[in-house]
Each structure stands twice: as C-alpha cells, then as structure tokens.
C-alpha cells in the first residue's frame, strides 16, 4: 500500500522539498529492510498477548508418542501453546501487504503461498487439538504424506504459474 501510494504520488514527491525523503520507498532495498523490521517489531508487540489468548482458549498441544520413553521426555511440554504460525503468518502478510508492489506477480504468488501453507498447519494443528472430541482413534492431524502432497502439489501449481 505505501509503495503504490509513493507511485501514485511520483510527481508531487519529485517536486517537493517536503515530500522528498519519501523517494527512499521506491527503492526495493529500503522496503526489504523496513519490512524484515516491520515485522520483527509485530512478532515482538503481539507475542505476549498472543501467547496469553492461546493458553486462555485452553489451544495447547499434549504431545503423546507411541513410545512410553519419548512421552516422558515430552511431559513438560504439556499444554505448550500451539498454533504459533498464525503470528509469524501475520507478520509476514502485513509488512507485505504494506512495504511490497502488489502490481508484482510474484508477489502475489508469495502471498498466496503464504497463505495456502498458513492454512495447511492450521487445518493440521486444528485437527491435533480437536482430536479428543472426535470418535476415538481419530486422527492426530495430517499424515506425513498428506502434507507432503499438499506441499506438491502447491510446489507444481506455482511451477505452471511462473513458466
């Protein structure tokens, strides 16, 4: 959104004293550091009370293994908030959203395979946390391979779009 702002306000940018320094975004370097900036900062001032709305929401993973060994190991991880992504994803959508040139195709490619992927661990970890209230012996979320094939076939998608 700035950067097509700064486009649409070319002339007057070029022609203000005032309004010059704000030439610096249509360089694609400054947008990549401000964004990397950006969004550090939105992981780091929504972390906390993300963390706290997931523990409240009672959202937490209980990993459990197969292997009596590996269960004790992993029993402090106990109810460890899950579903992290949704801020990393968020971070990321925004800065892009306003640091990028949405007028780029592959811009737009990246974002909807942000996404697509953000939506695929979401699905995945919903399904871990819904387990319990699902018939017994329901899944625990995507199989390996399930993901794999998700992963592909987005892979191919993007492939056919860019040749």
Not at 1 to 22: C, H, K, R, T, W
Not at 64 to 73: I, R, W
């Amino acid at each position: 959104m700035i950067y097509l702002l700064v486009q649409y306000l070319e002339e007057a940018i070029d022609n203000s004293a005032v309004l010059g320094p704000l030439g610096v975004f249509r360089w694609v370097e400054f947008r990549a550091i401000l964004s990397i900036v950006l969004s550090f900062l939105i992981v780091v001032l929504f972390a906390k009370r993300t963390i706290r709305w997931l523990v409240k929401q009672k959202i937490g993973d209980n990993p459990s293994f197969d292997h009596k060994e590996l269960d004790q190991l992993m029993k402090q991880k106990a109810n460890t908030p899950t579903m992290g992504g949704i801020l990393i994803a968020f971070a990321i959508f925004v800065s892009t959203i306003l640091l990028a040139n949405l007028d780029s195709f592959y811009v737009i490619m990246a974002l909807v395979c942000l996404i697509y992927l953000f939506l695929v661990g979401f699905v995945d970890d919903w399904l871990k946390l819904t387990t319990a209230r699902r018939k017994p012996g329901s899944r625990h979320g995507f199989y390996s391979g399930e993901k794999l094939l998700l992963q592909l076939g987005l892979a191919v998608i993007l492939g056919l779009f860019i040749h």
